[in-house]
Nanobody
Framework: QAQLVESGGGLVQAGGSLRLSCAAS????????MAWYRQAPGKQRELVAV???????DYADSVKGRFTISRDNAKRTVYLQMNSLKPEDTAVYYC?????????WGQGTQVTVSS
């Protein structure tokens, strides 16, 4: 069964940085558009960033200029570099394909930004 394992979250002060990683098990990883999603307490899961198989990227307006998504197909890993973090970035972060349908959701990684 295809799996995703997120890591790299933690507690950081506002203005700080974190780099999230997501390791995918699917051998055809390189053809998948991958994305990072997040879910804050009491809110719906939202799309944060997308990277296509060709490397094109897109971001939610709330993170543009602060977050960078990238991928390493040889390692079957997608990354999210998060800079200038704000308290409103606090959430559990998940990776998955875009659109959904290949993987079940992983356990996510908690990001907490203190003010």
């Amino acid at each position: 069964q295809a799996q995703l394992v997120e890591s790299g979250g933690g507690l950081v002060q506002a203005g700080g940085s974190l780099r999230l990683s997501c390791a995918a098990s699917r051998m055809l990883f390189s053809i998948d558009a991958m994305a990072w999603y997040r879910q804050a307490p009491g809110k719906q899961r939202e799309l944060v960033a997308v990277i296509t198989s060709g490397g094109s990227t897109d971001y939610a307006d709330s993170v543009k200029g602060r977050f960078t998504i990238s991928r390493d197909n040889a390692k079957r890993t997608v990354y999210l570099q998060m800079n200038s973090l704000k308290p409103e970035d606090t959430a559990v972060y998940y990776c998955n394909t875009r659109p959904l349908g290949v993987y079940s959701w992983g356990q996510g990684t908690q990001v907490t930004v203190s003010s």
